[in-house]
């Protein structure tokens, strides 16, 4: 299992149900203690070199883990360690071949509970009107869109809404939201415009990235609003969220 | 949006001086003065997402779309793998036919070579139909510039183009040149040129611009057009316009100057055929453009129509820099502006925020190729890099891919600046330890502690989290991390 840093250190109950619902379904989980991040943040803005050291260390721990996948509650992260690997590695034979092997086996959550484990109902309960947003990584480099949908039509209780233009991004975009803070910050009032004619009370996506900027943009503005990551929807317990 | 509010009451300034030529620096400022103004904003909103609609429309009547993007893509390709070969078969084949043809390397030799042959045929009247190619190098002005004592009227007779020029102002779209003005701010344009007022009203408005226009198509000594693809085979020359103009501005005047991007030729005239089928129903969602006019050479003997003189200028202006380059996929571009409707930046700010000829995701990339990075510093940083441009693009550039890398360029030419890079620097060692990692995490809840009220920081902070927390709340780091607990046991 591969938690990413910021779901680590800000969302740690993300990886808590993670963790539960893989076990429920009989997964043996191991979470390599040495991990840390996949580098995207110094990728995304430029700093390739920085990247790479980081990436390494993510295919040292990973590779030196005995495991058939990498599961990982994030579209980005994981598209970072799957499709990006291979650009981080350019003109670096070994290691692009290297984290080509191991990228094959980076899954994100839902992927991996849909297209390897077969899942589709869970038992999860929880009563709420909720609209999905999608990581735009998970979305046009993963090309796992209908995956955490139909796990959530599957919820008992929960109502999943169409939303208007839902295949925009919410502006988050790692630096971008804060070397462009006015533009961001429109992009999130978008969807956050999208999300109040729906009539959703509840934000639910496969990235907390994303969350994060929703919700960063929801407390200071927007409608009371439940935030939730995929898999905190899948692991409730009495249709509470745990 | 009031009626009768005066077209430029919203912005004054003459922004034809803040071309490509110009330093293009400053994108949240642009962006920022954007996001303020109500109607631009819902304007190029209402337009992207018709635009969007359209186009998807329309690749749905084409089942074999995405074999044509490879198509499309392999064609590109091998052009500019060849990109010499093709260039002189092209200029071969348009003098043998009895055109003159002309490599410019620069903007300056452009403006040069139609000036000197306006001086040659004592030209006063210059129509133009809509070219990106003129835009970028700024001919219109230039050409008053530095040959003002010609004492050439240069009228663009695309309506929106004809309209922006009159208002002193830019496109601010690839194919839709005024999307950010209304019919109030155009009535108001017109009225100016017209010596009354003319009432805001669309059909009014058209007809007084096409009987304007027209007395304008007639008078011309030489029109310039731009060009959608050169074939090389035949020196055949395409344009595809929706308003005729492009035919009345090529056929009409004596003289017909083309001119060309190098990376617009392509090999064969049944190649024609698969960038047509993509060019409309990517940029407008019609399955072919109104006009799609060829050309080929001046009139011939027999010929009833057609310019006696016809001049090919083909121009690098720092294309062929990018040849063999890992940005060489830039200069696919066929300028449909599908980027340009699908991007979430441009559709909130519009194009003059990108303060370039060029805007949107293509404009971002190929702004700083063509000027230098140190011009466009900000460009390839106004992208969240979600990837719908890359996904839209109908010949498959990985747009989003070339920011990336043009964003890895500016490092390395020391041009990200010492924070960002002492930053980083801290983020590589802090994450290759895992030790590190821990303890900053330890740092980080120790330091948040004033800061956290609600397990959040809801207010603005100084220093870099400024641009975060200026407009969202940022949720505080938790008190334990996962790793924490997944020792004590799940």
């Known amino acids: 299992m591969f938690i990413p840093c910021y779901v680590d250190l800000v969302y740690p109950e993300v990886g808590v149900s993670v963790v539960r619902v893989l076990r429920r379904l009989g997964v043996e989980v191991t979470y390599p203690e040495g991990q840390t991040c996949c580098g995207q943040p110094a990728f995304n803005s430029g700093f390739f070199e920085e990247a790479r050291t980081v990436a390494r260390h993510f295919l040292d721990v990973f590779e030196s883990e005995e495991c058939d996948y990498v599961v990982c509650p994030s579209g980005s992260c994981a598209t970072m360690a799957s499709h990006y690997y291979p650009l981080v590695f350019e003109g670096l034979a070994g290691e692009r071949a290297r984290s080509e092997a191991l990228g094959a086996r980076v899954r994100e959550f839902s992927d991996f509970l849909v297209n390897v484990l077969g899942v589709r109902e869970l038992g999860a309960r929880h009563a709420g009107k909720a609209v999905f947003h999608c990581g735009c990584h998970q979305r046009r480099e993963l090309g796992v869109l209908e995956e955490p949908r139909e796990l959530l039509r599957d919820v008992e209780g929960l109502d999943l809404l169409e939303w ?10 790692g630096t971008f939201s804060v070397k462009m803070p006015d533009v961001s910050t429109a992009m999130a009032d978008e969807k956050i415009r999208a999300l109040e004619e729906s009539g959703a009370d509840t934000l639910i996506s496969g990235d907390s990235s994303c969350l994060m900027h929703l919700e960063g943009r929801l407390q200071r503005t927007g409608p009371a609003t439940r935030v939730y990551h995929l898999a905190q929807i899948l692991d409730t317990e009495d249709g509470e969220v745990v | 949006m009031e009626t009768g509010k005066p ?21 949240n400022d642009r962006a920022r003065r954007a996001l303020e103004d109500e109607f631009l904003h819902e304007s190029v909103a209402r337009f992207t997402k018709k635009s969007v609609a359209s186009r998807q429309a329309a690749l749905e009547r084409l089942p074999e779309a995405p074999e044509l993007r490879e198509t499309a893509y392999r064609i590109k390709q091998e052009t500019m793998a060849n990109l010499d070969r093709y260039l002189e078969q092209l200029a071969g084949a348009v003098e043998e036919r009895g055109g003159k043809v002309f490599f410019a390397s620069d903007g300056e030799e452009v403006v040069n070579y139609v000036g000197e042959l306006a001086r040659r045929r004592g030209s006063k009247v210059v129509t133009k139909s809509k070219s990106m190619a003129t835009e970028e190098i700024e001919l219109n002005r230039r050409l008053e510039e530095s040959y003002g004592e010609l004492g050439l009227e240069i009228i663009e007779t695309d309506l929106g183009e004809w309209i922006a020029q009159l208002a002193g102002d830019h496109p601010s779209h690839i194919v839709a040149p005024i999307v950010h003005m209304n019919r109030h701010q155009i009535a108001d344009v017109l009225s100016g040129v017209a010596g009354e007022a003319l009432p805001p009203n669309v059909e009014d408005l058209l007809q007084f611009a096409r009987k304007r226009l027209r007395e304008k198509f007639l008078a011309a000594d030489i ?51 698969v960038f047509t089928r993509i060019l409309g129903r990517s940029s407008t969602g019609q399955d072919l453009s109104v006009y799609t006019n060829l050309v080929t050479g001046p009139r011939q003997e027999g010929e009833l129509d057609g310019p006696e003189e016809f001049h090919l200028i083909l121009m690098d202006n720092g294309r062929s820099d990018l040849l063999g380059t890992e940005f060489e996929e830039a200069l696919y571009c066929i300028r449909c502006g599908a980027c340009l409707n699908v991007c979430p930046v441009y559709r909130q700010t519009g194009g003059h925020a990108y303060g370039s000829t060029y805007s949107g995701p293509i404009g971002a990339v190929i702004t700083p190729l063509l000027k230098g990075n140190e011009e466009a510093k900000d460009l390839p940083h106004a992208s969240s890099l979600c990837g719908a441009c890359t996904e839209a693009c109908p010949v498959g550039i990985p747009l989003h891919e070339l920011l990336l890398k043009l964003r890895n360029r500016q490092v390395d030419e020391g041009l990200a600046g010492k924070g960002q890079s002492v930053a980083f620097k801290g983020f590589e060692n802090t994450m290759k330890s895992p030790a590190l990692y821990k303890i900053s995490g330890k740092v980080g809840r120790m330091a948040q502690k004033p800061l956290v009220k609600d397990g959040k920081i809801g207010r603005k902070l100084p220093g870099p989290l400024a641009g975060w927390t200026g407009t969202r709340d940022l949720p505080a780091l938790a008190k334990k991390p996962f790793r924490e607990l997944w020792r004590e046991g799940i």
């Not at chain 2, 035949?234 to 009345?248: A, F, K, Y």
């Open chain 2, 7 to 27: 077209a430029r009451s919203r912005d004054t300034l003459d922004r034809r001086h803040e071309g490509i030529e110009s330093k293009v620096e400053g994108f």
């Open chain 2, 223 to 273: 029109g310039i057009t731009g060009v959608n693809f050169g074939v090389a085979e035949t020196g055949t020359i395409c344009t595809v316009t929706n308003e005729g103009n492009g035919r009345l501005v090529s056929s009409v005047p004596p003289v017909h100057v083309a001119v060309m991007g190098i990376e617009k030729v392509i090999p064969k005239l049944e190649d024609l055929s």
């Open chain 1, 164 to 173: 208007r233009n839902e295949e925009l991004c919410c502006g988050f975009g």
